[in-house]
């Protein structure tokens, strides 16, 4: 039997899973896909938020403004890029300066440090290519960017490190009351444990209703965005937000921590929870927003195009708590933005809410001495000095071979990210993990290279290489 | 640090036809750098025939074709590494590389070509809609997968694009049991080869959709349906002219770009229009003594007119080696207007130019009956006709300009006519 369960490997399950793994407890996480951070995380503006959307007194306000102060620490254990460049909210005309000066005020009383309402000169020598019409700016140092899928795979790797036990390929399909706690029915097992914790993101509400009387539901949102070329990724220095308005919280514009460009993202309801579709009117929207933002952008540069998930609720708060009556279930649901910057301090919050519950449930919390919050450092060869690189191809020649031409990653990467603990196992696996493919030519040269790597390692046949989720075959069989 | 006369990067037909002419034009130490496990580009993957028939008077299939150069440079001597990433070329034809054997690799060389080819257009570039599932492919990795790993990529397909790679694998997935079920081209005209539609499309009753594009992909993980609609004349899609394939493949042969990422890390010139560095009578590139030839220059359609271009450059770097090659204040500028898009060179020293020089250009649509007319200044130099010309293409033509006096020689321009009656 497991101390406690945790049911979807995104960014918040990961966080929870890991922060859970410091003390001498059993810890099961859960997900239905076959790689953690396949959801809502891998598809989103990979933002820190400073802190001044969320409305004052909201758990949004509280964990936003916590969160983005753990980023420092919790990414440089775990070897994850961030990078804290700042963010500007824009403002075009005196409506939307009257905007800005209401959210510095919000800023102010989120307890969000070190922000300012610059001038038009000074918004342009920090965004030379910003439209001349600007007229000024929110600006918030502690603004960032970070990886997101990044950071959940080094979480969820870290985790298993220190214990955690990772199930993939394992989507909760029944959840009972068992003599003690629950029985988690997941993939093709039953798994006993004392308390469940519901991390499943846009199927929060399907789990929690598993078992509890149905408290909220999640109203899927979908958000696409285009990503573009390096050549482009200094287009802007800091993550440029629109204005918010009544129509939503704004387009943005930022650099990647790799050096690309993000633009988005739109923001539709949407039926279908899988429904990851992009569209032309939603790429249209967010199309415009940089037309109307910036001097001159180049459509031609877009290297790809994609769509995330928000998983949306009506008090459009995040839902973290027991449901009534309840000590062995705690409910993480509706982590929409800011969710990603919340996540660290959800996860700090969440531990508290169970060891309250730990005397109900003969749970006893006592740190392990041999916590490790340190990931192996991962490799990324180019950054290395050429004193560094020419040993480390001394030691391992698969470190001079380049496999992906516009990243230029070695070989060597791709084989240390299949070999890590919750490793690569699929084409997207090692491209979130070592970048090969998230280039220019999006993988044309790459990917039967990645493939013959993956089928080597794993021991499988290229054939069963898949491109991302179970039925994405790339091949189909062999030629006549 | 390594030294060489010339570096040639890249081992496909550009760099080999370059390395071996350099070679025969004098050049001693030639060193070819190739990033692929084996000399020969992506000829090695082009199993159809139709290569060579102008180089060679005979059709040969890519790898033959591929094959005849790598032998002669193999018989000359010429040196070549393999698998072999070049990481870095400066302006002063400094040339960073790496490979597992000898680690990184620092090469300084007298003259550099540039030979480094081109890749193929990605799905983001173009906005197709949809989901982003398994099965879209560019028809190249297709090619390479079906030809090279030897398997398949899908049983109903569906192919954007008209570009010979796209119509090569609509024959070739043909024959190896697939069904094709259609190619959608955005223009009214295709981007390939008129003998490829009737050999590869016509002749295996595959539909030619003209002026459709994708308006949807459906599908979570892998390709289950893809939808082509009509554009209008600014290729906006029109409602109700829908087409829905059932199908496990999408595949994209919506044009190729020419891979200069090298060229920029030197600082070179590009040219806006054909995205390859601005070249000049000798194939150099706005770096002094830093050639380049082939698809990374502009993209071809036939590897025979790129072995002659590439010639062009590998004879021009020896000669550059040797201080055979007049660097002159004279430059003339060469510009294709009325029609034609680019003509390459873009520009010409008249000092070094011996005998006949040859021009290729592309033109912008599909015209009949025209006249190509080139001028020096307002003179008239040259007046060709053509009864048909389109896109997909290549179109040259041949100026005697050896026995001008450079000094009148005035800036060139190359321009359609339409022939009056016509």
Redo the contacts between chains.
């Keep these: 039997m497991y101390d406690i369960t945790v049911i979807g490997a995104g960014i918040t399950g990961t966080f929870i899973a890991r922060e859970l793994s410091k003390y001498d407890l059993s810890i099961l996480l859960l997900d239905k896909e076959n790689d953690v951070s396949n959801g809502t995380t891998k598809a989103n503006s990979a933002i820190v938020h400073a802190g001044y959307d969320a409305v004052e007194g909201t758990l949004k306000a509280k964990f936003n403004v916590r969160g983005n102060d753990m980023f420092d620490e919790i990414c440089r254990d775990l070897d994850v890029p961030f990078k804290r460049i700042g963010s500007l909210v824009t403002a075009f005309n005196d409506e939307e300066m009257e905007t800005i000066r209401g959210l510095y005020q919000r800023g102010l009383n989120n307890g969000v440090p070190d922000m300012r309402i610059l001038e038009k000169e000074e918004v342009l020598e920090m965004e030379a290519n910003l439209k001349e019409s600007i007229q000024g700016a929110l600006y918030a140092k502690t603004g960032g960017i970070v990886g997101p899928w990044e950071l959940a795979i080094a979480l969820a790797e870290n985790a298993v490190e220190n214990g955690v036990k990772l199930e993939l390929n394992s989507a909760v399909t029944a959840i009972e009351k068992g003599a003690v706690g629950y029985e988690v029915t997941a993939g093709n097992q039953i798994y006993q444990t004392k308390l469940v914790i519901n991390c499943a993101g846009v199927y929060g509400d399907r789990i929690d209703q598993m078992v509890n009387e149905k408290s909220f539901e999640i109203m899927p949102n979908r958000g696409e965005y285009n990503l573009f070329d390096k050549s482009v990724g200094d287009m802007v220095n800091t993550v440029v937000f629109g204005c918010p308005s009544s129509a939503g919280k704004g387009t943005v514009i930022l650099p990647t921590v790799h050096g690309n460009l993000l633009l988005g993202p739109s923001a539709d309801p949407i039926d279908n929870r899988e429904d990851t579709r992009t569209t032309f009117a939603g790429l249209t929207s967010i199309n415009d927003h940089a037309k109307n933002t910036l001097r001159e952008i180049g459509f031609h540069n877009v290297i790809t195009s994609f769509s995330g998930i928000r998983a949306k609720v009506a008090t459009q708060d995040f839902i973290i708590e027991k449901p009534k009556g309840k000590e062995d279930f705690i409910n993480v649901a509706g982590i929409d933005s800011p969710g990603l910057t919340a996540a660290p301090a959800i996860a700090e919050y969440v531990v508290e809410m169970v060891k309250e519950s730990g005397d109900a449930l003969g749970l006893t919390f006592n740190e392990k001495e041999d916590f490790n919050p340190k990931r192996t450092p991962s490799i990324h060869f180019m950054e290395l000095s050429p004193k560094e690189q020419k040993q480390l191809i001394e030691k391992d020649p698969s470190f001079g071979r380049i496999i992906c031409r516009c990243e230029y990653i070695t070989e060597g990467e791709i084989v240390d990210v299949i070999k890590r603990k919750a490793g690569a196992t699929t084409l997207d696996g090692v491209k979130r993990r070592a970048r090969p493919g998230s280039g220019r030519c999006q993988g044309g040269f790459c990917a039967p290279r990645v493939m013959e790597i993956l089928a080597r390692e794993l021991d499988v046949d290229m054939k069963d290489v898949l491109k991302d989720g179970k039925g994405s075959y790339i091949l189909t069989e062999q030629t006549k | 640090m390594l030294k060489y006369e010339i570096v040639v990067i890249g081992g496909g037909p550009a760099g080999l036809a370059a390395a071996i002419e350099a070679k025969k034009s004098g050049a001693k130490e030639i060193l070819v750098l190739e ?1 692929d496990m084996e000399l020969g580009g992506i000829l090695q993957q082009c199993i159809h025939n139709g290569f060579g028939l102008h180089v060679f008077k005979e059709e040969l299939t890519g790898p033959e074709y591929a094959e005849r150069f790598i032998r002669e440079l193999k018989d000359m001597g010429i040196e070549y590494k393999l ?1 072999t ?1 070049v ?1 870095e070329v400066s302006d002063k034809k400094q040339i960073t590389a ?7 690799l620092n090469i300084q060389a007298k003259a550099v070509v540039l030979a480094m080819g081109c ?2 257009r ?4 173009i ?1 197709i ?7 879209v ?2 028809a ?2 297709a090619q ?3 030809n ?8 109903r397909v569906v192919i954007l694009g008209s570009g010979d790679i796209g119509l090569i694998m609509a024959r070739r997935l043909t024959l ?2 697939a069904e094709v079920l259609g190619v959608a081209e955005l223009m009214p005209f295709s981007g390939g080869l008129n003998r490829n539609i009737v050999q590869c499309l016509e002749d295996f009753d595959i539909p030619l959709y003209l002026q459709h594009t994708v ?4 599908g ?3 390709v289950e349906a893809v939808t082509i609609a009509k554009v209008d004349e600014r290729y906006k899609p029109i409602k109700g002219t829908e087409k829905r394939f059932d199908c ?1 493949t999408l595949l994209l042969s919506v044009g190729l770009i020419p891979e200069n ?1 090298l060229s ?1 890390s030197a600082g070179i010139t590009l040219d806006n229009i054909t995205a390859g560095p601005r070249v000049n009578e000798a194939m150099e590139t706005s770096a002094e003594g830093i050639f380049a030839c082939g698809n990374v220059v502009h993209v071809h359609d036939l590897v025979d007119w790129v072995t002659e271009e590439s010639r062009k450059a590998g004879r021009n770097a020896a000669r550059y080696v040797s201080g055979q090659l007049i660097n002159t204040e004279n430059k003339i500028s060469v510009q294709g207007i009325n029609g034609i898009r680019y003509v390459v060179p873009q520009e010409i020293r008249p000092e070094n130019l011996i005998g006949k020089t040859e021009f290729m250009m592309r033109v912008d649509a599909v015209y009949q009956n025209v006249k190509l007319v080139a001028k020096s200044g307002d003179e008239v130099l040259r007046i060709v006709k053509r009864r048909h010309v389109a896109p997909g293409e290549m179109e040259n033509m041949v100026l005697d300009l050896g026995n001008m006096d450079p000094k009148t020689m005035k800036n060139l321009t190359i321009e359609l006519v339409q022939e009056e009656g016509a």
Excluded: H, S
């Design positions: 990033r698998d990433m990481l790496m490979n597992r054997d000898e680690g990184i890749r193929e990605t799905r983001g570039a906005r809609p949809g989901t982003r599932p398994a099965g492919m560019t190249g990795t390479r997968f079906v090279m790993e030897g398997y398949m990529t899908g049983k190896e049991g308006v949807d992909v459906e979570k993980d892998r496990d990422e920029k």
